[in-house]
């Protein structure tokens, strides 16, 4: 049950599929919203799959209160870290023997940045040649604006592979993640990807134990809040430990139907003010 407007609540807001349409497109109602909750008294949090380094420059310039990035490996209150959790160096290796042995484009995130494995631009660059972003400012804005955002990611050779915290891959197989899972195992978390490619194309792969929901209770410890008053708001799977343990989970109206209906209440879509909408169905605006 959602508690009363009147408690402080604490809001832990997705970004790709949620603040931004995936890409770098945004309801100017968003950032509003956010400042609003937060001149309410509400506290705001970003939380990610992305890592730090990587967060879109038009989502930085929206002030909160904290991060939880990674999807769940590191959380920030204001400029101060107080949840880290590395993936352990034997785990690293061995998923990315795993890649190797597959054959598949893959990301490396440390805190700090992204590491693309050789082939990832091209692949991402001719699905967006195929599949172009629909955008009012033009054909091929959205396009544009997508690769330079790839652009900026790092050779793979330049990963410290004692920092690094979760994987992304890409693959044109059907049963990639069912594979992924089975012969990495127990200690390793598979799930679905975010990135708007084909179904079933690609994946994340985080520690097991380590995802956003067990960020977001550690956060809670810290500050010292009751789960009660978290809301999660969030379209994707990695979104579904979060939608767990908060009081209140909001689904993003272009969500999956099966992630919708694990949620408390359904929110609009990201361009059809669906964060601003759900903070003011909630009474935090």
Same mark, same amino acid.
Request: proline share 6%; glycine share 10%; aromatic share 4%.
């Given at each position: 049950?959602?508690?009363?407007?009147?408690?402080?609540?604490? +809001?832990?807001?997705?970004?790709?599929?949620?603040?931004?349409?995936?890409?770098?497109?945004?309801?100017?109602?968003?950032?509003?919203?956010?400042?609003?909750?937060?001149?309410?008294?509400?506290? !705001?949090?970003?939380?990610?799959?992305?890592?730090?380094?990587?967060?879109?420059?038009?989502?930085?310039?929206?002030? !909160?209160?904290?991060?939880?990035?990674? #999807?769940?490996?590191?959380?920030?209150?204001?400029?101060?870290?107080? +949840?880290?959790?590395?993936?352990?160096?034997? %785990? !690293?290796?061995?998923?990315?023997?795993?890649?190797?042995?597959?054959?598949?484009?893959?990301?490396?995130?440390?805190?700090?940045?992204?590491?693309?494995?050789?082939?990832?631009?091209?692949?991402?660059?001719?699905? %967006?040649?195929?599949?172009?972003?629909?955008?009012?400012?033009? =054909?091929?804005?959205?396009?544009?604006?997508?690769?330079?955002?790839?652009?900026?990611?790092?050779?793979?050779?330049?990963?410290?592979?004692?920092?690094?915290?979760?994987?992304?891959? %890409?693959?044109?197989?059907?049963?990639?993640?069912?594979?992924?899972?089975?012969?990495?195992?127990? =200690?390793?978390?598979?799930?679905?990807?975010?990135?708007?490619?084909?179904? #079933?194309?690609?994946?994340?792969?985080?520690?097991?134990?380590?995802?956003? #929901?067990?960020?977001?209770?550690?956060?809670? =410890?810290?500050? #010292?809040?009751?789960?009660?008053?978290?809301?999660?708001?969030?379209?994707?799977?990695?979104? +579904?430990?979060?939608?767990?343990?908060?009081?209140?989970? !909001?689904?993003?109206?272009?969500?999956?139907?099966?992630?919708?209906?694990?949620?408390? %209440?359904?929110?609009?879509?990201? *361009?059809?003010?669906?964060?601003?909408?759900?903070?003011?169905? *909630?009474?935090?605006?």
């Amino acid at each position: 049950m959602t508690p009363p407007p009147s408690r402080r609540r604490i +809001v832990f807001i997705d970004i790709d599929g949620t603040i931004l349409e995936h890409g770098a497109r945004m309801s100017p109602s968003t950032p509003v919203a956010i400042a609003t909750a937060r001149a309410n008294g509400h506290l !705001v949090y970003l939380c990610t799959g992305r890592s730090a380094g990587d967060i879109n420059p038009r989502v930085r310039e929206i002030e !909160v209160d904290g991060a939880i990035t990674n #999807g769940g490996a590191f959380a920030v209150r204001g400029d101060e870290q107080i +949840v880290a959790h590395l993936m352990p160096r034997p %785990l !690293v290796d061995r998923m990315v023997a795993y890649f190797e042995e597959q054959g598949a484009h893959y990301f490396l995130q440390t805190d700090r940045s992204v590491y693309v494995s050789p082939g990832v631009l091209e692949h991402a660059q001719r699905f %967006l040649r195929a599949h172009p972003p629909v955008d009012p400012r033009g =054909e091929h804005a959205a396009e544009t604006e997508d690769l330079a955002l790839l652009n900026h990611y790092r050779p793979l050779d330049e990963v410290d592979l004692d920092t690094v915290v979760k994987a992304t891959f %890409l693959s044109t197989a059907s049963d990639t993640l069912s594979r992924a899972a089975e012969q990495l195992g127990d =200690e390793f978390h598979v799930i679905p990807g975010s990135i708007p490619l084909p179904g #079933g194309s690609n994946g994340e792969i985080c520690q097991q134990g380590v995802n956003k #929901g067990a960020a977001i209770l550690e956060v809670l =410890e810290v500050l #010292g809040m009751d789960a009660a008053d978290a809301v999660g708001i969030g379209d994707s799977w990695n979104d +579904v430990e979060m939608f767990q343990v908060v009081g209140t989970a !909001v689904a993003m109206g272009g969500a999956d139907p099966e992630l919708q209906a694990m949620a408390d %209440l359904v929110t609009t879509g990201v *361009l059809e003010d669906g964060v601003g909408n759900a903070l003011a169905r *909630l009474g935090l605006i």
